[in-house]
């Protein structure tokens, strides 16, 4: 199971970090990703990470702006989201895979129920 949190309204140019907790014992094995998906539009990639966090990636759209981390210890993935825009407004879920990382949402085995946020102009 996966659970989301950190999500908010905050206004353009701010900041929020997003965390992705995970019950179970093999959260240290898993890829990590997150997606989100705007009003009306599918659900898009924004970033992963991998089981050990020495690879990440990034869509074009956030890269520079956005930071995903893990802490394994604690079961939690991170995404830190500065230098907000509008067009960041959707709901973000966290995926895991039990594979290897992948920008595809389909190859995710497990998500969470998602977390909003809202950029306001």
């Known amino acids: 199971q996966l659970v989301e949190s950190g999500g908010g309204l905050v206004q353009t140019g701010g900041s929020l970090r997003l965390s992705c907790t995970a019950s179970?014992?093999?959260?240290?094995?898993?890829?990590m990703g997150w997606f989100r998906q705007a009003p009306g539009k599918e659900r898009e990639f924004v970033t992963y990470i991998s089981w050990s966090g020495g690879s990440t990636y990034y869509a074009d759209s956030v890269k520079g702006r956005f930071t995903i981390s893990r802490d394994n210890a604690k079961n939690t993935v991170y995404l830190q989201l500065n230098k907000l825009k509008p067009e960041d407004t959707a709901v973000y879920y966290c995926?895991?895979?039990?594979?290897?990382?992948?920008?595809?949402?389909?190859?995710?085995?497990?998500w969470g129920q998602g977390t909003q946020v809202t950029v306001s102009s």
């Open positions: 995926a895991a895979d039990r594979q290897s990382p992948s920008v595809l949402p389909g190859d995710y085995d497990y």
């Open positions: 179970g014992r093999t959260f240290s094995s898993l890829a």
